[in-house]
């Protein structure tokens, strides 16, 4: 059973940064395929970035491309997400997960497995 925790979101200004973290423990970390979704209030779950096994495939939803970057250490079992230049818009609960999806299906919800409680990132105007 794979277990997920993200950390490192929190209130930031408008133009600022936060880089969350995900560390993942059982399983074997290096067999999924790692995504971060985002959720706002009363809004379905949003699809940002996901990152394949070896680390050298990233796909990101095309309203972060160049703002966000994910990376992983398999070293470390754990995922980043580096959110540069934040706009209130990006404030939302943000989850790490795990998956093993198809390269058609990464953007999808219903492919990962497993889910992080997730960590708010709030961005004031």
């Known amino acids: 059973q794979v277990q997920l925790a993200e950390s490192g979101g929190g209130l930031v200004q408008a133009g600022g940064s936060l880089r969350l973290s995900c560390v993942a423990s059982g399983g074997s970390f290096r067999s999924y395929v790692h995504a971060w979704f985002l959720q706002a209030p009363g809004k379905e779950r949003e699809f940002v970035s996901a990152i394949r096994r070896s680390g050298g495939n990233k796909y990101y939803t095309d309203s972060v491309q160049g703002q966000f970057t994910i990376s992983r250490d398999n070293a470390k079992s754990t995922i980043y997400l580096q959110m540069n230049n934040l706009e209130p818009e990006d404030t939302a609960v943000y989850y790490c997960?795990?998956?093993?999806?198809?390269?058609?299906?990464?953007?999808?919800?219903?492919?990962?497995?497993?889910w992080g409680p997730g960590t708010q990132v709030t961005v004031s105007s």
């Open positions: 997960s795990a998956g093993r999806p198809i390269l058609s299906a990464i953007r999808d919800p219903q492919m990962y497995y497993y």
